[in-house]
Nanobody
């Protein structure tokens, strides 16, 4: 059974940086996709970044492209999200999600493509 544990997050000022980490346990292969979603109060959960371990392909939401960077360490089964140039509108609960196997990256933003989710971690950006 795959489990995800998130860390990082917290409070930052606008223009600052934060780093989120997600550690997976229970993967049975080196092929997986890990993504980050976020949900702000009163809004739907949105996909913001995804990475495939099979070829390192990444996808980003337009709202974070150029500011956020996702990476993965296949040996450690971790995924990190480096968030730069933070904006107050980045304030949300961030969730790590993972799916084993090779994901069709055209579907990366669909929550249904992921098998397991982390508990969520708060990110707050002050003006």
């Amino acid at each position: 059974q795959v489990q995800l544990v998130e860390s990082g997050g917290g409070l930052a000022q606008a223009g600052g940086s934060l780093r989120l980490s997600c550690t997976a346990s229970g993967f049975t292969s080196d092929y997986y996709a890990m993504g980050w979603f976020r949900q702000a109060p009163g809004k739907e959960r949105e996909g913001i970044a995804c990475i495939s371990s099979s070829n390192g392909a990444t996808r980003y939401a337009e709202s974070v492209k150029g500011r956020f960077t996702i990476s993965t360490d296949i040996a450690k089964k971790t995924a990190a999200l480096l968030m730069d140039s933070l904006k107050p509108e980045d304030t949300a609960v961030y969730y790590c999600a993972a799916g084993e196997g090779v994901m069709d990256m055209e579907l990366w933003a669909d929550p249904g493509e992921y098998d397991v989710w982390g508990q969520g971690i708060q990110v707050t950006v002050s003006p």
